[in-house]
């Protein structure tokens, strides 16, 4: 079964604490995306990675870390630095084809809360 | 600036058609218009997508104005399931996730 799975699906952590997102996908896509989406928004890019060992800053960066060290798998991980990190993470996949016509598969999301 | 201009919320009947229209006034002649869906708490799903002329899928269709500066989404028989928050992307402006249409259906 091909797919992006994100886990885990509910995180909780203290103010302070360093915390890392796993995204893995089987896809054989090259290109992989983290999301931020808060409550009655739309989803906003934190980075993006279209080849292995390389990646850009999407939006809203400031306070978040990747590394790309497989082309399967992408964790995020969400600093001290970032102000306000309650949120729902998203993780997505593409071909990473040139030109406009290339799809992004989701994966179910995590829900990080900071006690 | 917003790059796609979408109503804030639709509601449908079960059963009945929907058309969710989507204007795009900026886009280039080499965008490609993708559809992505988001049920409560998932990650968005691909819908449909299209250039210039209609497009069919299991899913939907995807109606495209002649001078490509709207669309329409048509679900032809909407279900509960159906009931989500939909967006509308230009190919250019594939990383932003605008707050799209939310889609109530009403049994």
């Known amino acids: 079964d091909g797919g992006i799975t994100q886990s885990p699906k509910y995180l909780f952590r203290k103010e302070g604490q360093n915390v890392t997102l796993s995204c893995e996908q089987n896809?054989?896509?090259?290109?992989m995306y983290w999301y931020r989406q808060d409550p009655g928004q739309g989803l906003r890019l934190i980075y993006y990675?279209?080849?292995?060992?390389?990646?850009q800053k999407g939006d809203i960066a400031e306070g978040y870390s990747v590394s790309r060290e497989k082309k399967e798998s992408f964790p995020l991980t969400v600093t001290s630095a970032q102000k306000n990190p309650t949120a729902f993470y998203l993780c997505?996949?593409?071909?990473?084809?040139?030109?406009?016509?290339?799809?992004?598969?989701f994966g179910p999301g995590t829900r990080l809360t900071v006690l | 600036d917003a790059k796609t201009t979408q109503p804030n919320s639709m509601e449908s009947n079960e059963e009945e058609p929907v058309h969710l229209p989507c204007n795009h006034s900026?886009?280039?002649?080499?965008?490609?218009i993708h559809w992505y869906r988001q049920l409560p708490s998932q990650g968005p799903e691909y819908v449909i997508h299209?250039?210039?002329s209609n497009v069919n899928n299991r899913m939907a269709s995807l109606a495209i104005a002649e001078d490509r500066k709207s669309s329409t989404l048509i679900l032809h028989r909407a279900t509960l399931r159906d009931a989500a928050v939909y967006y509308c992307?230009?190919?250019?402006?594939?990383?932003?996730f605008g707050t799209g249409t939310r889609l109530k259906v009403l049994a």
């Open positions: 896809l054989n896509h090259d290109a």
């Open positions: 997505a996949s593409s071909m990473g084809v040139e030109g406009s016509t290339d799809t992004q598969y």
């Open positions: 990675s279209q080849i292995v060992n390389d990646f």
């Open positions: 900026t886009i280039s002649g080499t965008d490609y």
């Open positions: 992307i230009p190919g250019t402006y594939k990383y932003i």
């Open positions: 299209g250039l210039t």
